[in-house]
């Protein structure tokens, strides 16, 4: 389990700092990034929307508190990747790798979410039984 923990730390990192990164990217070369919104043909508001949205996503994800809004977190940053290298690939504009390294990280970083809160649901049924549903003789 400790392996699970380090391995989910360690790409959860690298993917806030992958966000950070793009987020900060948008700000400072905002004019490279509208004419690359532009070439992909998205409306150029969109740079706002994804940047707020990645921020308030990492930090749901970073927070990890309610599990059905942190998965729905995932599927938007999942679409997201998935949407951009389909948009780059198919105006030719570059192969979208940034966004595929990207979309691995973050399945890397579910699959030990994942598995760190069914060892956590697991240690809290030991640690805590239920003796309502037993049978007395």
Known sequence: MKSNKIIYSITLSIF?????????NSIIN???VVATFQTLGYPTYLIHLLGVAQIIGLA???L???????EWVY???FMNFI???IAHLATNSGNGASAV????????TYVQAKKARAFKKENEAVETPNYANSVHA
Do not use: E, Q
Not at 16 to 24: D, E, F, M, P, R
Not at 64 to 70: A, F, G, S
Not at 101 to 108: D, G
């Open 60 to 62: 749901l994800i970073v």
């Open 16 to 24: 806030a700092v992958a966000v950070i990164g793009a987020v900060l």
């Open 64 to 70: 990890n508190k309610d599990n059905l809004l942190v």
């Open 30 to 32: 905002y004019d490279s």
């Open 75 to 77: 599927a938007g940053f």
């Open 101 to 108: 390294v990207c979309l691995v990280i973050l399945l890397v």
């Open 83 to 85: 949407l951009g290298c």
